[in-house]
């Protein structure tokens, strides 16, 4: 009789690790697919209403660049999880140096959506700014 409790006490320690065991692989998995999702670089494309033309710019993620007269930073960037209907999300922060009274000012500060660009809109005289993708 001894024998069967010890035994029973066995099973439910082994059930009881392959439980924690599995919850381990899916919080595991979580960490490594949010990793990834996260990318280095911004891909951006700025339409310069002027001349009518595209440029295509990759900004690494915290560091400045200049295109004519905007400093475009990218904060952060991140890729959607579903794989049917991507959507690319981007922390994005704009200044426009022609503007000698609002040099801390930016012209656009914010997130930014691959899908619905009107959510947060970008809204300059002279160009136009897309979020095309993050890696």
């Known amino acids: 009789m001894l024998l069967k409790k010890n035994i029973k006490a066995g099973k439910i320690k082994i059930q009881l690790f392959s439980f924690a065991l599995i ?13 990834e999702l996260e990318g280095n670089f911004t891909h951006i494309k700025i339409l310069d209403k002027i001349s009518s ?3 295509l710019i990759k900004l690494k993620n915290g ?10 930073k990218s904060i952060k960037c991140k890729n959607s999880e579903f794989d049917d209907d ?7 922060q ?4 022609t503007s000698n009274n ?3 000012v ?11 660009p009107s959510i947060a809109p970008f809204d ?5 700014i897309w979020l095309i993708g993050c890696n």
């Open 23 to 35: 919850l381990f692989f899916i919080f595991f998995s979580k960490l490594i697919l949010a990793s």
């Open 63 to 72: 560091e400045d660049i200049r295109y004519k007269d905007l400093l475009i």
């Open 53 to 55: 033309k595209n440029f």
């Open 102 to 104: 609002n040099d801390d």
């Open 124 to 128: 300059h005289p002279v160009y136009d």
């Open 106 to 116: 930016f012209v656009f500060n914010g997130w930014m959506f691959s899908s619905s």
């Open 86 to 92: 991507p959507e690319i999300t981007a922390y994005l």
């Open 94 to 97: 704009v200044k426009d140096l």
